[in-house]
C-alpha cells in the first residue's frame, strides 16, 4: 500500500487475518502504519515506488496523491496496480472526473474551469451563488473556499481551480462499494454523513429515512460507475441529496473511505478487508450490516490538548460506555486532526448516535457534554453512569 496513514493501518490489521503481509511506503517512520507494520519501505519518489513494489502481489494505495508519471511506469514494470492510473485519474482530477460523469449522464453540480477571476464572476452570474475547489488535492474541507474572493492570489500561487454551483442539500450521503478484476462487484448500505467546517465528523449506518428505491439507485449508480471507470478495489461515490429528493454526484475516492469505517464492526465484511480481497481478486465478502444501526463518530484533536492522557481517556470512556469500539491511529493530537474513530452498533440510531457523540467528544476533550462523571456523589452521576453500564 502507498502510503502509511490510518487507512494503511487499519488495512494492515484486515490484512493480518487473511494469512496476508502488508508492506507499506511510507513518507516518514511516525506515519500510522509505518508505526505497526514489519515491512516499511520510506519514500515518495519513483525510484522508492520501483523498490518497494519488487515482489508484490498486487499495489494499492491509501491516498490518491501519487504522480500519474510514476504509476504509469509502475504499470510499465509489469506492476499490479489497482486501482489503475486511467481509473485513479478521476479520483485526483476534479475537472477530468465531472467531465467524464456528464458523458456518463450522471447528475454533477454545473462546474466550470477557472482561468481568471472573470471566469468565476460570468459563473456567478449564469448559476448563482458557487464554490471554489482546488482542481487537485483537496481534502477535509481543504481546496474548498465557500466565499470565492481569492482566486487572483489562489491562480498566482499555481493553484489550478475550479467552480462549481452551491447545491442546496438536505444531506451528504456516501454509496461505498468494491469491485474485483474478476468484475465481481458489492455494495453496503448507503449511509449519511454530517460534515462540520468542511469535515466528516459521523457515519450513520443506513442512512435515517432514505427512500429505498433512492438508496438501491444510489447503490447502482457507485457500481456502474467503478464499472465504466475500471475501478479495482473500493469506490466511495459521495453524494449530495438535494431537498426534492434527487443525488448529485459530488466526489469520488478509489480507496478504503472515512465514510466506511463502521463497517469494521458494523459489517460481515469490513472495507478494509474487502479492499484486499477485491484487489487480490479474491471472491468478495458479505456486506450485510451486524446491527439495525451503526454510528461512527471521528474523534478530532481538541482546540486546547485536554491535561488528561489519551490513554486515560480510554480508560474513563471504557467505564462508562464498555460496548463503544475505539480505534485510535497514533498521531499527535492536533486541533480538527483526525486521531481515531468509535463505533457504536445498537437498535435505535437516535440513541446509538448519542452514544457515539458522547464517547468522541469526551475522547478529543476530556469533558462530559452532558455533565457526566464516575466521581459524582452517589445518587447523581455514579448512579447515572452505573445505569449505562447496565442498559451497555
Excluded at 450485510?288 to 461512527?296: I, L, N, S, Y
Aim: net charge negative.
Amino acid at each position: 500500500m502507498i502510503g502509511a496513514g490510518q487507512l494503511a493501518r487499519m488495512t494492515h490489521q484486515a490484512a493480518i487475518a487473511l494469512g496476508q503481509s502488508l508492506r507499506v511506503l511510507a513518507a516518514a517512520p511516525a506515519d500510522p502504519a509505518a508505526l505497526v507494520c514489519a515491512d516499511v519501505h520510506l519514500g515518495t519518489d519513483l525510484p522508492a515506488m520501483r523498490a518497494f513494489s519488487r515482489g508484490c502481489s498486487a499495489v494499492t494505495f491509501d491516498h490518491e496523491g501519487v504522480p500519474q508519471e510514476h504509476l504509469r511506469a509502475l504499470v510499465a514494470d509489469g506492476v499490479p496496480v489497482h486501482p489503475g492510473p486511467e481509473a485513479l485519474l478521476h479520483a485526483q482530477d476534479k475537472l477530468v472526473m465531472r467531465r467524464r460523469l456528464v458523458e456518463l449522464g450522471v447528475a454533477v453540480p454545473q462546474f466550470a474551469p477557472v482561468r481568471e477571476p472573470a471566469d468565476v464572476e460570468r459563473f456567478v452570474a449564469d448559476h448563482g451563488p458557487a464554490v471554489l475547489k482546488a482542481v487537485r488535492g483537496g481534502y477535509d474541507g481543504r481546496g474548498v473556499w465557500m466565499q470565492p474572493s481569492s482566486v487572483a492570489e489562489l491562480l498566482a500561487s499555481g493553484t489550478p481551480l475550479m467552480v462549481e454551483q452551491l447545491v442546496p442539500l438536505r444531506r451528504e450521503l456516501t454509496a461505498l462499494v468494491a469491485r474485483s478484476p474478476f468484475g465481481q462487484a458489492a455494495a453496503w448500505p448507503v449511509v449519511e454523513t454530517v460534515q462540520a467546517d468542511g469535515q466528516c465528523v459521523q457515519v450513520l449506518a443506513p442512512a435515517p429515512g432514505l427512500d429505498d428505491e433512492v438508496a438501491a439507485g444510489a447503490q447502482h449508480l457507485a457500481l456502474r460507475i467503478a464499472v465504466e471507470l475500471g475501478v479495482t478495489g473500493l469506490l466511495a461515490v459521495e453524494l449530495f441529496e438535494r431537498p426534492d429528493g434527487r443525488l448529485v454526484v459530488n466526489e469520488l475516492a478509489m480507496r478504503p473511505h472515512n465514510s466506511g469505517h463502521w463497517t469494521i464492526e458494523g459489517s460481515r465484511t469490513s472495507q478494509f478487508e474487502q479492499h484486499l480481497r477485491a484487489v487480490l481478486d479474491y471472491p468478495l465478502g458479505a456486506t450485510t450490516p451486524t446491527a439495525p444501526a451503526v454510528v461512527m463518530a471521528n474523534v478530532l484533536g481538541a482546540a486546547a490538548p485536554p491535561d488528561m492522557e489519551l490513554d486515560e481517556r480510554v480508560h474513563h470512556l471504557f467505564a462508562r460506555f464498555p460496548d463503544v469500539r475505539v480505534h485510535l491511529y497514533g498521531k499527535v493530537e492536533r486541533p480538527a486532526r483526525k486521531v481515531g474513530h468509535v463505533t457504536v452498533l445498537g437498535a435505535d440510531m437516535a440513541t446509538v448516535r448519542e452514544r457515539a457523540v458522547l464517547a468522541a467528544e469526551w475522547l478529543s476533550t476530556a469533558v462530559w457534554s452532558d455533565g457526566w462523571s464516575v466521581h459524582a456523589p452517589r445518587g447523581a452521576g455514579a448512579d447515572a453512569g452505573a445505569r449505562e453500564v447496565a442498559r451497555a
